[in-house]
């Protein structure tokens, strides 16, 4: 099954800038558009951005998503320590007539 | 509100059988697809299957694809998958989260708190 790559972890301190990508392919990200998780442990995934960039009501606007091509990236400005979880990109994928996820990127507060 | 509830969870020996259930409420539940997806204790999420609002239309992910089949009562307001001849690798949390599709847009906007299936001998 086909799978969108992100980095395995990353991390900052309070306040700093994270910035996790979010590579696929022609079939899913080049055609439709991404979507971003942020899951606490031991917690259902909670939707945090759609549409590329579309934040659901609740979300803090430090949380931002682009799209470039077959790429996609969230922001998470002026990280905060209840930021620290898993973090997951996914978007439709034609040939597969599903939904392919990221392989998950685990955010570190320091 | 939108509330989506798994249900049907357990312990399951290889090669049996087990039927989870996804019951939705807080909207109308005739107007969106319901997918499934899976998580293995301390690994990424997995897509397993889709259903159309109508169920006139059902995908599957290559790994489940033959064992598995989702299907939905909507006077019931419940998504159903039905999992056969399971295996270890299917041991995993299983959640069901709404589809929403907008003009130029596709997610999953809702999930269930996910229910426990785990196949061991």
């Known amino acids: 099954q086909s799978v969108l790559t992100q980095p395995p972890s990353a991390s900052g301190t309070p306040g700093q800038r994270v910035t996790i990508s979010c590579s696929g392919s022609?079939?899913?990200?080049?055609?439709?558009?991404v979507n971003w998780y942020q899951q606490l442990p031991g917690t259902a995934p909670k939707l945090l951005i759609y549409?590329?960039?579309q934040r659901p009501s609740g979300v803090p606007d430090r949380f931002s998503g682009s799209k470039s091509g077959t790429s996609a990236s969230l922001d998470i400005s002026g990280l905060q320590s209840e930021d620290e979880a898993d973090y997951y990109c996914?978007?439709?994928?034609?040939?597969?007539?599903?939904?392919?996820f990221g392989t998950g990127t685990k955010v570190t507060v320091l | 509100q939108v509330q989506l509830v798994e249900s049907g969870g357990g312990v399951v020996q290889p090669g049996r059988s087990l039927r989870l259930s996804c019951a939705g409420s807080?909207?109308?539940?005739?107007?969106?697809?319901i997918h499934w997806v899976r998580q293995a204790p301390g690994k990424g999420l997995e897509w397993v299957a889709v259903?159309?609002?109508?169920?006139?239309?059902?995908y599957y992910a290559d790994s489940v694809k033959g064992r598995f089949t989702i299907s939905r009562d909507n006077s019931k307001n419940t998504v159903y998958v039905q999992m056969n001849s399971l295996r270890a690798e299917d041991t995993a949390i299983y959640y069901c989260?709404?589809?929403?599709?907008?003009?130029?847009?596709?997610?999953?906007?809702?999930w269930g708190q996910g229910t426990l299936v785990t196949v061991s001998s």
């Open positions: 989260a709404r589809d929403e599709w907008g003009n130029d847009y596709k997610t999953l906007d809702y």
């Open positions: 807080g909207f109308t539940f005739s107007v969106n697809g």
């Open positions: 259903i159309w609002n109508d169920g006139s239309k059902k």
């Open positions: 022609s079939s899913n990200i080049g055609s439709n558009s």
């Open positions: 549409s590329q960039n």
């Open positions: 996914t978007a439709w994928d034609d040939s597969l007539n599903g939904y392919v």
